[in-house]
C-alpha cells in the first residue's frame, strides 16, 4: 500500500541554519503531498503542499519541490529561527477520502 | 471561527471504563476523521466519515465506534478501555477529498488507560 518515510529526528539546528528533512514516499497513482508542522501541545497544521510533480509548495520560508523521479518531497528552509522548532509531518493522499502520514520528525533550534 | 474542537483536552480512564471523545466542526465540512497519535509512529487512522450517516473503517478501528448524525459533529467512543488505548486523539475535517484540500485539525485529546 502507500506509505510515506521521513528521516529520523531529532534534527537539531543552531539559529540561521539551513534545514533539510527528507521525505520520500510510495504510491500508486499521483497522490498529493503535503508537509503538517506540529507545535508542542497543539493540533497539526497545515504547512505547505504540492499537487502534481514539479510543482513546489511554500509557506513562511519553507518550501519543497514534487520530484516524482526520484519519490521525494524534502522540505527546506534557508535559514530556521527557534520558533520553527515542532514535529514535521510528511503526508500524501491518492485523492481518496484520506490522508497517510509518515512518522514524524522533530526538529530543535537552537539560540 | 472555532474550526475543529475536542473535549475534553485531557483524560485519565480506568481499564474497563468507556468514554465518549466529543469532536465538532463549524466549517460545514463533509470529511471527518480520527486519528491517534503514538509516540514515534506518526498518526493512525481509526475511522472516517464522508458525511452524516455515512462512517467508514480506517486502519485501526479495533475497540472504537462511531457516528455521524450531523454534519457537525463526530464523536468517536471507546467502550471498554485498554492500556493500549492511551494516546493522544485527533479529530480532523475537510472540505473535500484530503488530497485537493488537505485537513483541519482539533488540538487534541490526551488520554491515559491505567
Not at chain 2, 43 to 60: C, M, N, P, Q, R
Request: include cysteine; charge should be neutral; aromatic fraction near 12%.
Amino acid at each position: 500500500g502507500d506509505s510515506v518515510t521521513q528521516m529520523e529526528g531529532p534534527v537539531t539546528l543552531s539559529e540561521e541554519a539551513f534545514l533539510t528533512i527528507n521525505c520520500t514516499y510510495t504510491a500508486t497513482g499521483y497522490p498529493s503531498l503535503f508537509w503538517y508542522v506540529q507545535y508542542p501541545g497543539e493540533g497539526l497544521q497545515l504547512l505547505l503542499k504540492a499537487t502534481k510533480a514539479d510543482d513546489k509548495g511554500s509557506n513562511k520560508g519553507f518550501e519543497a519541490t514534487y520530484r516524482k523521479e526520484t519519490t521525494s518531497f524534502h522540505l527546506e528552509k534557508g535559514s530556521v529561527q527557534v520558533s520553527d522548532s515542532a514535529v514535521y509531518f510528511c503526508a500524501l493522499s491518492d485523492n481518496t477520502d484520506k490522508l497517510i502520514f509518515g512518522t514524524g520528525t522533530r526538529l530543535q533550534v537552537f539560540p | 471561527n472555532a474550526g475543529v474542537t475536542q473535549t475534553p483536552k485531557f483524560r485519565i480512564l480506568k481499564i474497563g471504563q468507556s468514554m465518549t471523545l466529543q469532536c465538532t466542526q463549524d466549517m460545514n465540512h463533509n470529511y471527518m476523521y480520527w486519528y491517534r497519535q503514538d509516540p514515534g509512529m506518526g498518526l493512525k487512522l481509526i475511522y472516517y466519515s464522508v458525511g452524516a450517516g455515512i462512517t467508514d473503517k480506517g486502519e485501526v478501528p479495533n475497540g472504537y465506534n462511531v457516528s455521524r448524525s450531523t454534519t457537525e459533529d463526530f464523536p468517536l467512543r471507546l467502550e471498554l478501555a485498554a492500556p493500549s488505548q492511551t494516546s493522544v486523539y485527533f479529530c480532523a475535517s475537510s472540505r473535500g477529498t484530503g488530497g485537493t484540500y488537505g485537513y483541519t485539525f482539533g488540538s487534541g485529546t490526551r488520554l491515559t488507560v491505567v
